[in-house]
């Protein structure tokens, strides 16, 4: 068994101990009390009241010794609530109150109102024990009944029963004790015998009241009554509180409307106007409310005339006239009123109406128009694309008088539509009479007027409505014809653009649009919604690749009809290109130049536009990151590269340094590159011009010289070397305007000068009076400065005639132009009329030939001859032959140029200087040559040959063969011909060779008269 310390066992003894206090407070330990009292007191005492001493009700004289009584002490020990309305003396025990009780507001409807609490009682040498206090809170009766609701009203409906219970709500009494408390019920009443009291008390204390009509209640008799209930208690003093009933008797549909008559006699005039009152019927109903409201009509046995005739107004029984009455003159309508009244359920009486019809002279038509087909209203629904004369209507017309005041005719005010007579119905029909359109108008009031043929006329009007339905007649309207908007490249796809909108005048379907691309090539770069025409990227775009798209949308509407509007999408750009360099990296300086001096200028280029493709140079700034290799250059922003520094060769011959350029762009895009410059020997040495020179400037050209010839070879010598002794030769000027272009250097190596243009047309149009052209040539060395030298060729020109091409007439270039214009308009008569008659003698031998062709079966053979000069002056013999142009085959001594016009010969270069260069056909041959038809078809059968007449000059040389003229200048006859002129020997096949017995610059030139 295990041994418990001693301390823990006081510490368990001391816990029992106490709960056995708590559970047993009455058997204490020896020496401690606990003892019980209880105090009375009523409510609504003054504050300081007594209630009672705790020491007395206690007897604790019994339990303390006498010297100790006096030494005892009381304290509360819970003090909550009881703080508030009671105090303890803790000297004597005494408790007193602290406050006016009031039972009713402490306690509320408890029946018991205590308060309990303890109180310790100790002295100056022990713990005594505890005194449980209660104090019961007594009423008295010092509250009236009341009632809830004062005054009360019921609302009671009439009713002829008797002793029914209408439920009124009782009074309260906050006093508890039940004298306090209500106790009875009393009702006082001016009505004797009307109304009577009944009160029940229940188990709770409640009362249950109720009020019982001893009479029926008519509110037509009597509707407010007022009653008193009054409640009493009986308390000391007795108290009561009186509530006021009022009763609102409510009616109920007990009476039916009564009629001022049984019978209602109404003479109408029938020229009566429409909606004039004729008569009226009263009934009067007793009852209020819902109950007397009396409205009236006709009673549904009444024929259906009158209702056409006539109207009844609900609320005050007015006769009213519906219809024109002119055509029931004399006679007499009868029918049945109703009165009703608006209860639950209605009641209803009825009485008769007499309506008689007073005829009083003539009338005018009647007319009632009928749309077609019938849709059982005036209102009738066509297409607007309806086609003319289509009968909308049915116009029916009824006069009952005699003579012309019963002749009717009828026009419609309306003027897309007419009346027509519809013979055999003896009525009219209404058609279209002009096309109809729903955009103008989409409802039409189409009038009808009919007019007797009485002296005065009478009319009559009626009138229906044509509702347009809609038709696809319109085509979708884009807002805009064009569209232009604007798209950054480097986009998403999907990106919006623009909106494009169309609009259709037409409804529904027929204006509802689907909007679409129509260039297939144009459907991957953009997407449009069909829906709202929105546009948007269809790709990611580069401005650089193509920076604008245009396009057509179309708009088709559900009817197919369509519109459509170009649209136009710029694609801007964005810095998205670095610049790129485009001039050398690699340039030289001579040595021993000032600073500053420039060197070269880089250039470069950026494929954006606007501040994006704007550059700028600078040195890198790896440039200026390497001491021990400084660079003596600076590089300007325009791109300049200019020295710091004199430069020596001996030094430093080479330098290389990082340059970047870079755009101005956001952000800014930048390239580098390495530029190398070599340090070179200064120029010392200007160019010499060889030729031409002193003695030695001048050229010598005939007039008719063909454009493209090398005229002379521009010579001069440097005596520096390298670069510096490179030579480029160039022309300065020309001197007159029209000179200006004439010459041109095409190889600025190679100092040949070339003439461009025809002499004798530069020189007629000049106003100057010498043939002598003055031209400045110049020539530059390569180095560093560049160091020019310039000087003076004459070109003297010497005139002969010239055939100029398609105009058949010979003019001289001489001075004596004048003096030979009598000549050359004969000539031109003669050439003129010998070119017709040779057009007419060709176009018969080519009639003539035509069947013969057709005949043969072998290619036709060679026809050669020789055709002498018309004039007698020495020139040599012409051979010509003519050739189909399937049997013209280029070799390698032969090779035609189609589309330039030109004739290349072996051997046979420009003006015979055995040059491979290509040359223009003499005597103005335009390039666009007629050699391109013949050969870019066939040649077959028997279609006559269609060439071009050539012709080559030649000379007989030792040898025996026919060999050709040095010159090998070649002319071209005039298109009428259609021959090919080609240099051929006797025995076919012989190569054509050049001779020197010609001036290579002088081409020989047909006369005109052959």
């Not at 705790?54 to 010794?65: C, D, F, G, R, T």
């Not at 200064?682 to 008719?704: A, I, Q, W």
Request: hydrophobic share 35%; proline share 5%; charged share 25%.
């Amino acid at each position: 068994m295990t041994n418990f310390p001693s301390s823990n066992l006081v510490f368990l003894f001391i816990c029992v101990y106490v709960f056995c206090l708590a559970i047993f407070p009455h058997h204490g330990a020896a020496g401690e009390m606990f003892k019980h009292v209880e105090f009375r007191i009523k409510e609504q005492m003054a504050s300081g009241t007594l209630v009672g001493s705790i020491m007395k009700k206690a007897q604790l004289a019994n339990e303390v010794s006498r010297s100790e009584l006096s030494q005892l002490s009381f304290n509360i020990v819970d003090d909550r609530q009881f703080a508030s309305l009671f105090s303890i003396n803790s000297d004597n025990g005494d408790v007193h109150t602290t406050a006016m009780i009031d039972r009713e507001a402490i306690c509320l409807l408890r029946k018991e109102c205590v308060f309990d609490f303890r109180v310790s009682v100790t002295s100056t040498q022990k713990f005594v024990g505890f005194v449980a206090v209660r104090i019961v809170i007594e009423d008295v009766n010092d509250n009236y009944p009341r009632f809830k609701n004062n005054p009360i009203n019921l609302i009671i409906p009439e009713s002829p029963n008797v002793n029914v219970e209408y439920k009124i709500e009782g009074a309260t009494d906050p006093d508890s004790d039940e004298l306090n408390s209500v106790r009875k019920y009393e009702m006082r009443s001016s009505y004797s015998g009307m109304f009577e009291l009944k009160a029940e008390k229940k188990l709770d204390g409640s009362w249950d009241l109720s009020l019982l009509n001893l009479k029926p209640l008519n509110r037509e008799v009597k509707d407010r009554y007022t009653l008193y209930v009054i409640a009493k208690d009986e308390g000391s003093p007795p108290l009561s509180g009186t509530a006021t009933v009022n009763i609102e008797v409510t009616d109920i549909n007990d009476n039916s409307p009564e009629f001022t008559d049984n019978l209602y006699e109404v003479p109408v005039p029938e020229e009566a106007a429409i909606g004039a009152v004729v008569g009226q019927v009263k009934a009067t109903d007793l009852d209020v409310g819902a109950n007397g409201n009396v409205s009236y009509r006709f009673s549904p046995a009444v024929s259906a005339q009158v209702r056409e005739l006539f109207t009844i107004d609900a609320t005050t029984g007015r006769i009213r006239v519906k219809s024109d009455l002119r055509y029931e003159a004399g006679r007499t309508f009868e029918t049945i009123v109703s009165a009703n009244d608006a209860g639950n359920p209605p009641r209803q009486s009825q009485a008769f109406l007499v309506l008689k019809i007073v005829d009083v002279g003539n009338t005018a038509p009647r007319v009632s128009v009928n749309p077609i087909p019938n849709t059982g209203g005036n209102v009738l629904s066509i297409s607007e694309a309806s086609r003319l004369r289509t009968v909308v209507a049915h116009v029916n017309v009824v006069d009952r008088d005699q003579g012309p005041n019963g002749i009717v005719d009828c026009r419609s005010i309306s003027p897309q539509f007419k009346v027509r007579r519809f013979q055999g119905s003896g009525g009219f029909v209404v058609e279209i009479y002009k096309m109809l359109d729903r955009e103008l108008s989409e409802n039409i009031n189409v009038t009808i007027e009919c007019e007797d043929r009485g002296s005065p006329k009478l009319s009559a009007r009626d009138w229906f409505i044509i509702k347009l339905l809609d038709a696809n007649d319109n085509d979708p309207i884009f807002e805009k014809q064009m569209y232009r908007g604007n798209l950054t490249e480097r986009n998403k796809r999907g990106d919006y653009v623009l909106t494009v909108k169309a609009l259709d005048r037409d409804l529904g379907e027929n204006a509802s649009l689907r909007y679409s691309i129509s260039m297939e090539s144009t459907e991957s770069s953009f997407m449009i919604n069909s829906a709202t025409g929105d546009i948007t990227a269809g790709e990611e775009f580069d401005r650089e690749t193509l920076s604008q798209f245009s396009f057509i949308v179309k708009a088709v509407d559900g009817g197919k009809r369509m519109g459509a509007c170009s649209v136009i999408i710029d694609i801007l750009d964005k810095n998205d290109n670095a610049p790129f360099f485009i001039s050398s990296l690699e340039g030289q300086i001579a040595e021993k130049l000032p600073a500053s001096s420039e060197v070269d200028t880089l250039r470069a280029e950026d494929k954006d536009e606007g501040i994006n493709a704007e550059v700028s140079f600078a040195l890198s700034d790896a440039a200026y990151n390497s001491p021990e290799h400084e660079v003596p250059f600076v590089v300007m922003p325009s791109g300049t590269i200019r020295t710091t520094m004199i430069l020596d060769k001996e030094k430093q011959n080479r330098y290389t340094f990082p340059v970047e350029v870079k755009d101005k762009g956001s952000p800014s895009l930048t390239t580098t590159a390495t530029v190398t410059i070599h340090v070179v020997d200064s120029n010392e040495h200007s160019p010499v011009f060889v030729f031409p020179s002193r003695g030695n400037d001048s050229v010598h050209l005939r007039s008719d010289t063909v454009p493209g010839t090398i005229v002379a070879v521009l010579k001069a010598t440097d005596l520096d070397k390298g670069r510096n002794g490179r030579l480029k030769y160039y022309i300065s000027n020309a001197g007159n305007n029209n000179l200006r272009n004439t010459f041109r250097v095409p190889n600025a190596s190679s100092g040949e000068l070339m003439l461009m243009k025809n002499l004798t047309t530069v020189l007629q149009s000049t106003s100057s009076n010498s043939w002598v052209i003055r031209l400045n040539v110049s020539v530059r060395d390569q180095g560093i400065p560049v160091l020019e030298t310039t000087a003076v060729l004459k070109v003297h020109v010497t005139f002969v005639n010239a055939h100029m091409q398609g105009s058949g007439d010979s003019r001289s270039a001489s001075r004596a132009y004048e003096d030979d214009l009598k000549y050359i308009i004969i000539a031109c008569v003669v050439g003129g009329i010998t070119v017709i008659l040779s057009i007419i003698i060709v176009t018969i031998i080519l009639c003539i030939r035509r069947p013969h062709r057709r005949r043969r079966t072998t290619r036709a053979p060679v026809v050669a001859g020789v055709q002498e000069q018309g004039d007698g002056r020495h020139f040599d013999k012409q051979l010509w032959h003519s050739v189909p142009v399937d049997d013209i085959t280029p070799t390698d001594t032969e090779e035609k140029k189609l589309g330039t016009g030109t004739l290349r010969l072996n051997g046979v270069g420009e003006a015979g200087r055995g040059g491979e260069d290509s040359k223009p056909c003499n005597g103005g041959f335009s390039p666009n040559s007629d050699l391109i038809d013949p050969y870019s078809k066939k040649h077959a059968g028997p279609e006559p040959f269609h060439g071009d007449l050539w012709m080559h000059d030649y000379n007989s040389r030792g040898g025996g063969g026919v060999r050709g003229g040095g010159g090998g200048e070649i002319v071209r006859f005039p298109r009428g011909e259609k021959r090919r002129l080609e240099e051929v020997s006797i025995q076919r096949g012989s190569r054509v060779q050049g001779s020197s017995g010609r001036n290579p610059q002088s081409p020989m030139v047909l006369p005109n008269d052959r």
